[in-house]
């Protein structure tokens, strides 16, 4: 069993949020989409709009602290994505809306605002694709190696690697409910990649350290309400859980694959 660290591997203020999401799923019961989530959370109506009322689905769109808001919801679920938005001159790097801690003040206190009329939620969804900056994919699976406490890596000889594991644990907000820290690691390259031409015509694309090429450890997070949870979340509960999700997915950040 991985052993959680003395010290942070990291803080939280290091790793850069791609994005974070809200999902809720929703009750079999659970009535038809207000059209006014939006302007009620936000204060503003959203920049775009696509409704498709046969199917009960609605797409909000609008600017937001230093991304793009995005209210999706369906009769199943309703998903709230706080999303970096890439300049349109930008080819290299890995666009992002701020530091962990920063997108996270900005994003969750209006969705603990919309959890007290969110509609009955059978499960609750944190999730956050974060991004540490290396200066290449030999640094990037060493430090890579301090997140993940029980593999073995090879820096110098690694290349194409992924881990997935989820540690369940049990909530401390409603008792019987457990939650799936979901992560996935890798290291990941943005930047121009270099195109060559075999004998046999056949294309091959390598993404070695070129000029303007940046490299980064990436986790993607999901911290979610277990399936087996009989019954709809406690309505006045939400809050609270959506913070227990929260710092569940700070932990990780902070201290990497533990228990």
Not at 105 to 116: C, G, S
Request: proline residues 8%; negative net charge.
């Amino acid at each position: 069993m991985p052993a959680k660290p003395s010290q942070p591997v990291a803080p939280r203020e290091v790793w850069r949020a791609g994005g974070l999401r809200l999902t809720v799923l929703r009750t079999p019961t659970s009535e038809a989409t207000p059209t006014d989530w939006w302007a009620k959370i936000v204060g503003v109506e959203p920049e775009s709009r696509t409704s498709k009322p046969k199917a009960g689905e609605l797409l909000e769109q609008g600017s937001f602290a230093e991304g793009s808001l995005v209210l999706a919801t369906r009769p199943e679920r309703i998903d709230w994505q706080y999303v970096a938005t890439r300049k349109e001159d930008a080819i290299i790097g890995f666009p992002d809306v701020g530091p962990l801690r920063v997108a996270a003040d900005a994003f969750v206190p209006p969705m603990m605002k919309w959890l007290e009329v969110c509609p009955p939620a059978s499960r609750l969804a944190f999730g956050a694709s974060l991004f540490l900056s290396v200066g290449g994919r030999e640094e990037g699976y060493a430090k890579l190696a301090e997140y993940l406490h029980s593999v073995k890596m090879d820096p110098k000889g690694s290349s194409d690697f992924t881990y997935q594991i989820n540690r369940s644990r049990n909530s401390k907000v409603v008792e019987g409910l457990s939650v799936n820290r979901l992560s996935r690691w890798d290291v990941a390259s943005s930047g121009r990649v270099q195109i060559q031409v075999t004998p046999t015509a056949q294309m091959k694309m390598t993404a070695q350290s070129l000029p303007g090429m940046e490299f980064a450890i990436h986790a993607e997070l999901d911290i979610n309400t277990a399936a087996e949870f009989a019954g709809d979340l406690p309505p006045g509960n939400l809050r609270a859980i959506l913070d227990e999700l929260v710092g569940f997915a700070i932990e990780i950040s902070e201290q990497g694959d533990v228990a």
